[in-house]
Every structure is written in structure tokens, then in C-alpha cells.
């Protein structure tokens, strides 16, 4: 968006300036509004399965700032003359189960015909404009807590390459078809102030856009990093690595400083770009017990501790792989 031409509203707390994962615009003293959207092409032959998909990864967007949805609305591209209706009212019927489980109203949408199928949602939704979070909330000592194993994209590659297991497909889906709700309780509480969702820069490239907005650097401890499957290290060895991901990871080296004693393929695994993925909070000390509380009361599939915030370094690392 640089270079466009904008009116500079004060309403508009959280902008596009920060990375953040969506747009917050206060209306009352008391409340505020988050608004996103996100679509993609399919990444699963399932129509159901990736309604489901892109649905929740469009939700993710609202309960990583802390927001609890209230509206969606359909953005759809179909090729008419390769999908079948019921195909396309399984996209459909996918995202629209995934909204009745976030208590999130649907209430329309827009289809065009388009080359390749594509599908997503532009949601609504509520925070309190002192309980929201974003990227610009981090403090050196906060704890860095993961809601979501990591891998999807190596596992889609070896898909592709017909070597991924059913069980690792199986939780691959599950990853992505699992709403963050936990983040709304989380806000509303007011215990974490800095937070994203762990999508396609992939971990250590959205941990990066927090220090960045926050002026800080954080440790990513590998040993504690949880995994889709216990085969996904093995998966990266054979070189199941999408492109990507390797693109994350050049971006990402420059601002990387790995310790001595950490095997190569932990970089790739850090920035390994992410469909779906889960919340990534920045958690005050006196808070942990109570967020990690939270997301085993609201079923997240791990809440795991993956390193800590710290004070910036004079060299420009944002981020320590340990």
C-alpha cells in the first residue's frame, strides 16, 4: 500500500502500518471494531474440508487481535465449468459450519467466475479498545506461548509428493480446521497485550513483525517447539520444503541469530510458511498460568512454551533460535 493516497482517520487504531493481522477502528469509548479478510486456492482435494480450511483461517485474523466475530461474509472464484454445485455448496457449507461454531453471523457474500477455485471471508468483529492485541504490545520478559503445532506446509509438500502418512494428513486438517477462540477469552481478560496468528511467514517471520513493532528481540527455544507430526524434521531432511518457505527463510536470515549447537533444519522449520496456524501470545510472567488455563479449557491442540521476549539488540537481531 505505499504510495497510495489515504485519509488519515483517528478512529483508526490499529492500521496496515504494523503488519498487524487486521484492521481495528474504535466507535465508542467502549468498543471497537476488527475488520479482515483472506481467501486461497484449495489446498486439500476435499471441498468440505477446505471450506472448513478457509474459513477458520479468516477467523483466526479477528481472535488474534483479541475480537470475537460477530459477521462474515462469503468471497468466493469458481470455474463454473470445473466444479460441480454440489462441489461448490460444499466450499460453501464448509465455511459456513466453521461461522456457526465461532457464534459469528453470516450475512452474505459475492462470487465471480475465476480460472481456479478460491474462498475466504471478509469478517467483523468486537474488541474492547484496551483489551485488543497487536504487534506493537511485546515487553522484554513476557512469555513467548504457542496454541498450534507447526509443520502444515512441509506436510502439503509431501502430500504433493505422495509420501505423507494418513495420520499426518489427518493432523495437518485438524490443525487447520480449529478455531483460535481462546484468543477472545485471552483479550477480554486482559492478560496478553502482544499477539499474532502463526500463518504464511510462519513463526519465526511473524514473531519477527512483533519485535519489530515493539522494539524488542525474543528467544525461540527449538527443544520446546511442538510439531504436527513427530516426522516433520524427517520430512524437511528429504526435502519437503515449500517454495514458500524457503523464501521465509531468506527473508528471515538477516535477523536471525541461531546458537551454536542448533541443527540447520530447525531455520527451516521456523519458517515454514503456516496455512491456518495457531495463536502466538506474548504473555506477562504473572499471566502464563491463567492463558495457559484458557486454552486447555477452550481445547487448543497444544499451549506450549517457546521462548521470551527481550531487549532489543544493538545489532538489529529480532530474533535468538535456541
Known amino acids: 500500500m505505499r504510495?497510495?493516497?489515504?485519509?488519515?482517520?483517528?478512529?483508526?487504531i490499529v492500521g496496515s502500518a504494523?503488519?498487524?493481522?487486521?484492521?481495528?477502528?474504535?466507535?465508542?469509548?467502549?468498543?471497537a471494531l476488527v475488520q479482515t479478510l483472506d481467501f486461497?486456492?484449495?489446498?486439500?482435494?476435499?471441498?468440505?474440508?477446505?471450506?472448513?480450511?478457509?474459513?477458520?483461517?479468516?477467523?483466526?485474523?479477528?481472535?488474534?487481535?483479541?475480537?470475537?466475530?460477530?459477521?462474515?461474509?462469503n468471497i468466493m472464484g469458481v470455474p463454473t465449468d470445473q466444479l460441480t454445485l454440489e462441489q461448490i455448496n460444499l466450499i460453501l457449507k464448509g465455511g459456513a459450519d466453521k461461522v456457526v461454531e465461532a457464534e459469528c453471523a453470516m450475512v452474505g457474500g459475492h462470487t465471480v467466475q475465476n480460472p481456479e477455485p478460491l474462498y475466504g471471508?471478509?469478517?467483523?468483529?468486537?474488541?474492547?479498545?484496551?483489551?485488543?492485541?497487536?504487534?506493537?504490545?511485546a515487553k522484554p520478559g513476557d512469555v513467548l506461548v504457542l496454541s498450534k503445532p507447526i509443520g502444515t506446509g512441509i506436510?502439503?509438500?509431501?502430500?504433493?509428493?505422495?509420501?505423507?502418512?494418513?495420520?499426518?494428513?489427518?493432523?495437518?486438517?485438524?490443525?487447520?480446521?480449529?478455531?483460535?477462540?481462546?484468543?477472545?477469552?485471552?483479550?477480554?481478560?486482559?492478560?496478553?497485550?502482544?499477539?499474532t496468528d502463526v500463518t504464511g511467514f510462519g513463526l519465526l517471520g511473524h514473531l519477527a513483525n512483533i519485535c519489530k513493532s515493539s522494539q524488542v528481540s525474543a528467544q525461540l527455544n527449538t527443544a520446546d517447539i511442538p510439531l504436527v507430526d513427530p516426522d516433520v524434521l524427517e520430512l524437511i531432511q528429504q526435502g519437503c520444503v515449500p517454495g514458500g518457505s524457503k523464501k521465509n527463510r531468506e527473508m528471515a536470515e538477516p535477523m536471525t541469530r541461531i546458537e551454536a549447537g542448533v541443527e540447520d533444519h530447525f531455520m527451516t522449520l521456523v519458517t515454514d510458511a503456516q496455512t491456518s496456524g495457531g495463536l502466538l501470545l506474548c504473555v506477562p510472567p504473572a499471566h502464563v498460568?491463567?492463558?495457559?488455563?484458557?486454552?486447555?479449557?477452550?481445547n487448543a491442540l497444544c499451549a506450549a512454551i517457546v521462548g521470551e521476549v527481550l531487549p532489543a539488540e544493538a545489532d538489529g537481531t529480532r530474533v535468538v533460535l535456541a
Not at 471471508?121 to 504490545?137: A, I, K, Y
Open 121 to 137: 471471508l471478509s469478517v467483523t468483529g468486537v474488541v474492547h479498545p484496551d483489551r485488543m492485541m497487536s504487534n506493537e504490545g
Open 40 to 73: 486461497f486456492t484449495p489446498i486439500v482435494d476435499d471441498p468440505y474440508l477446505f471450506g472448513q480450511i478457509a474459513a477458520t483461517n479468516s477467523l483466526s485474523d479477528v481472535y488474534a487481535m483479541g475480537g470475537k466475530p460477530i459477521t462474515a461474509m
Open 155 to 195: 506436510i502439503s509438500t509431501a502430500i504433493k509428493r505422495g509420501i505423507a502418512t494418513g495420520a499426518m494428513i489427518d493432523a495437518s486438517v485438524d490443525v487447520m480446521r480449529t478455531l483460535n477462540t481462546p484468543g477472545a477469552t485471552i483479550a477480554g481478560e486482559g492478560l496478553c497485550q502482544a499477539a
Open 3 to 12: 504510495g497510495l493516497n489515504q485519509h488519515h482517520d483517528p478512529a483508526v
Open 18 to 31: 504494523t503488519s498487524d493481522d487486521a484492521a481495528v477502528y474504535q466507535m465508542t469509548p467502549d468498543t
Open 289 to 298: 498460568d491463567r492463558v495457559l488455563e484458557i486454552l486447555r479449557e477452550e
